[in-house]
Nanobody, 111 residues
Framework: VQLVESGGGLAQPGGSLRLSCAAS????????MSWARQGPGKEREFVAA????????YYADSVKDRFTISRGNAKNTMNLQMNSVNVEDTAVYYC?????WGQGTQVTVSS
């Protein structure tokens, strides 16, 4: 299993970022996928998940109505569109499948 996140960076409060996860080494189109994050001094927490078909989406309350998870099974990719970000969204964001994790991508929200 290989998961490679990208798209992190610096955003201003109220801004947007789009994260991507490129997956390989497993049957992506059959796998439920998720995003998690770990903020400074905090434990890793669930952010969002998407079923293998893309029909079901789940979100943490803290990101609901601001973040959107999506996937492209033809390209073995998963995305996280982050809108209306705030400083509490500052964290390393990880792509995950069946207990496996990518290396993470840093998101910093600051004015």
């Amino acid at each position: 299993v290989q998961l490679v996140e990208s798209g992190g960076g610096l955003a201003q409060p109220g801004g947007s970022l789009r994260l991507s996860c490129a997956a390989s080494g497993f049957t992506f189109s059959s796998a439920d996928m998720s995003w998690a994050r770990q903020g400074p001094g905090k434990e890793r927490e669930f952010v969002a998940a998407i079923s293998w078909s893309g029909r079901e989406e789940y979100y943490a309350d803290s990101v609901k109505d601001r973040f959107t998870i999506s996937r492209g099974n033809a390209k073995n990719t998963m995305n996280l569109q982050m809108n209306s970000v705030n400083v509490e969204d500052t964290a390393v964001y990880y792509c995950s499948v069946a207990g496996g994790w990518g290396q993470g991508t840093q998101v910093t929200v600051s004015s």
